[in-house]
Nanobody, 127 residues
Framework: VQLQASGGGLVQAGESLRLSCAAS????????VGWFRQAPGKEREFVTA???????????DSVKGRFTISRDNAKNAKSTAYLQMNSLKPEDTAVYYC??????????????????WGQGTLVTVSS
């Protein structure tokens, strides 16, 4: 599976962005998908995840109610996951990464649970 994240940019506080994670390779629908972010000088942190089975979603407390993850499990070799980000804040500024992997549900927040990573897309929120 190859992942490519896009959609980042510079926005003002309170505005919205939608990130996309284009996946190539078969069986993407079988993978759990997550978004992580890394701000300058900080460790990579969990943002949100969506499970392959049942579509259950999980969010970090800092984005709950503002961000929404979704996925399009196309039947062909290309599928896409999305991260809709509303009411953006300056503290949301970071490089955002999408990731995919097989793992037990309880491990959704751990970067080591994910086998495949996109290259990252920069989101900058100005105050």
């Amino acid at each position: 599976v190859q992942l490519q994240a896009s959609g980042g940019g510079l926005v003002q506080a309170g505005e919205s962005l939608r990130l996309s994670c284009a996946a190539s390779g078969r069986m993407f629908s079988n993978y759990n998908v997550g978004w992580f972010r890394q701000a300058p000088g900080k460790e990579r942190e969990f943002v949100t995840a969506i499970m392959s089975s049942g579509g259950r979603t999980y969010y970090a407390d800092s984005v709950k109610g503002r961000f929404t993850i979704s996925r399009d499990n196309a039947k062909n070799a290309k599928s896409t996951a999305y991260l809709q980000m509303n009411s953006l804040k300056p503290e949301d500024t970071a490089v955002y990464y999408c990731a995919a992997g097989y793992f037990v549900v309880s491990s959704y927040y751990q970067p080591k649970s994910y086998n495949y990573w996109g290259q990252g897309t920069l989101v900058t929120v100005s105050s």
